[in-house]
């Protein structure tokens, strides 16, 4: 989801410079790689060896990218959820977590309803941290918007921001301050997608305050300055996002736990991404290709060279070449012609006079993004061969 966003930001900010009014806006998207951090922080009431096993089923569903190797990770949770207790916080945590997880690795293999069901699960665990149920929410609301169910993730991120309000007052564990950032920031992206600028800066005020700026907070605010060409403050959300994720000095910290296209990993992806894009905006195409290429890099390590996001990325890179040609009448249809033909096989499109009703993400808009400039490609190359 995180890189879909960033991707039709970038249209729509473009849009903008053309008409002096913006549409809808884009970013979900990746996971970590077996040198990365794992995504769920410790968490000081959960069962130890839990996490462990959490860490361990990761580690190896990811190792080989094969789905002989997701399915095992996905075993090892199962066996993990079936010894946990079934009542008091510490037991619920522990639920949450490989639920979580499972959701996850669900997530990154393109079966969101399997992902979007066991996250819906944590919704029963009433007494598990608040962390844990706004985690939860937030990967629901960042699959919903994958999936283009903007208004199913209108709803959801609804109710987190009355999760929070609700149990702000109670000791829990975690940050409700950050908690109630990342809450507001889940709402924001949604109305940034659905191109509601003004509603999303309300739900986006304050949020270059919070000390919880990294992450899909921060992300969040840097795409609602993109959006509203605020260029230069957008870059410095970016990259101090990127910076940040790179960090991860604190592994114990219990408001980055993240899940499914919201973790950590994805959002890093997308705000390189974005960073690319808005670099091309800006008319610095060397430093637009370096990040995007950096993008394409982490893409693939992570997902594999030929899932969905690594053609999503493409048609980001194939963007910036056609844009530098347009702007400094130059030519590099060669080079966009390749990429978008490859965007559109690894997205796995179907022929434009088919209906391929077994989609299972919503990535029309950059499928139609890639063939409608493969096909300005090949009408181009048509009339300069007359």
């Known amino acids: 989801m995180m890189i879909r966003v960033a991707v039709k930001l970038s249209r729509a900010a473009t849009s903008a410079a053309r008409s002096a009014s913006l549409g809808q806006t884009l970013s979900r998207p990746c996971g970590p790689s077996l040198l990365s951090p794992p995504p769920f922080r410790s968490l000081h009431d959960a069962n130890p060896v839990a996490l462990q096993m959490v860490n361990y089923a990761l580690c190896h569903a990811r190792s080989q990218k094969s789905d002989e190797s997701y399915a095992q990770g996905l075993l090892v949770l199962e066996q993990c959820l079936s010894t946990q207790p079934s009542e008091g916080q510490d037991a ?67 109710k987190c921001l009355e999760l929070v309000e609700k149990e702000d007052a109670k000791a829990d564990v975690g940050n409700p301050v950050v908690l109630s950032a990342r809450a507001k920031a889940a709402k924001g992206m949604v109305e940034l997608v659905r191109g509601n600028l003004e509603l999303a800066e309300t739900c986006l005020q304050g949020c270059e305050d919070s000390e919880g700026i990294t992450g899909s907070i921060g992300l969040a605010y840097g795409e609602l300055l993109h959006a509203t060409q605020n260029f230069s403050l957008a ?43 808005l670099e091309a905006h800006m008319g610095n195409f060397g430093d637009a290709e370096e990040m995007l290429t950096r993008a394409l890099s982490k893409t693939e390590e992570h997902f594999g060279p030929h899932h969905p996001k690594v053609g999503i990325v493409l048609t980001c890179i194939a963007l910036i070449f056609r844009r530098k040609a347009m702007q400094e009448r130059s030519s590099s249809l060669l080079i ?28 029309t808009d950059i499928v139609a993004l890639a063939r409608e400039y493969g096909m300005d490609y090949e009408y181009v190359h048509i009339k300069s061969c007359d």
Do not use: W
């Not at 819906?120 to 629901?140: G, Y």
């Not at 991860?248 to 219990?254: A, G, H, I, Q, V």
């Open 336 to 363: 966009q012609e390749g990429l978008y033909r490859k965007a559109i096989d690894l997205l796995k499109a179907p022929p434009v006079d088919t209906d391929d009703t077994e989609t299972k993400a919503d990535k």
């Open 235 to 277: 870059k410095d959300a970016y990259q101090k996002v990127i910076q940040r994720a790179s960090e991860n000095k604190d592994f114990s910290d219990l408001n980055a736990l993240a899940a499914c296209n919201m973790s950590s990993e994805e959002v890093l992806l997308a705000a390189t991404c974005a960073l690319g894009q």
């Open 92 to 158: 619920e945590n522990s639920r949450g977590l490989v639920l979580l997880a499972m959701s996850t690795l669900f997530s990154e293999r393109g079966n969101f309803g399997e992902a979007v069901e066991k996250l819906q699960r944590i919704e029963d665990l009433k007494h598990s941290s608040l962390a844990v149920r706004v985690t939860a929410l937030e990967a629901l609301v960042g699959l919903h918007l994958e999936l283009g169910q903007d208004d199913s993730s209108s709803v959801i991120a609804d």
